[in-house]
């Protein structure tokens, strides 16, 4: 179960927060063993996001936690990924885009009134 959280200085149409979110569930793909099937995404937009002392004009910091671990090339391939979709739709430079990975063993993540067991 992957869980993208996605904080963003611009402010978020509709219509791009359901691009975004189509997008991601494609590219969550990348990770093997990961779809949109058990994605869960939550987004925030128009915050202030401070970066070496300055202000964010136009960025984002997205944090994923998933079950399992993947590879060093699969979240690289996964963090240039969303850099392509946050840029061609928010107009963000890549460089004002920082992406967390976060990975954790199943018995630390709860749904459905019970722990996952993989």
Not at 38 to 53: M, P
Not at 66 to 72: E, F, Q, V, Y
Not at 99 to 108: P, Q, R, V
Request: hydrophobic share 35%; net charge neutral; charged share 30%.
């Amino acid at each position: 179960m992957p869980y993208i959280d996605s904080s963003v200085s611009c402010k978020l149409t509709c219509e791009k927060i359901e691009k975004l979110k189509s997008k991601l569930g494609k590219a969550i793909e990348i990770l093997p063993g990961k779809s949109e099937e058990w994605l869960f995404i939550r987004f925030k937009d128009a915050e202030t996001l401070y970066f070496q002392g300055r202000e964010l004009d136009n960025g984002a910091v997205i944090e994923i936690k998933m079950i399992g671990s993947k590879s060093r090339s699969e979240k690289e391939a996964l963090t240039k990924k969303i850099c392509s979709i946050y840029n061609k739709y928010l107009g963000m430079d890549p460089k004002n885009i920082y992406i967390i990975f976060t990975e954790a063993a199943s018995e630390n993540w709860g749904w459905n009134s019970e722990l996952f067991n993989l």
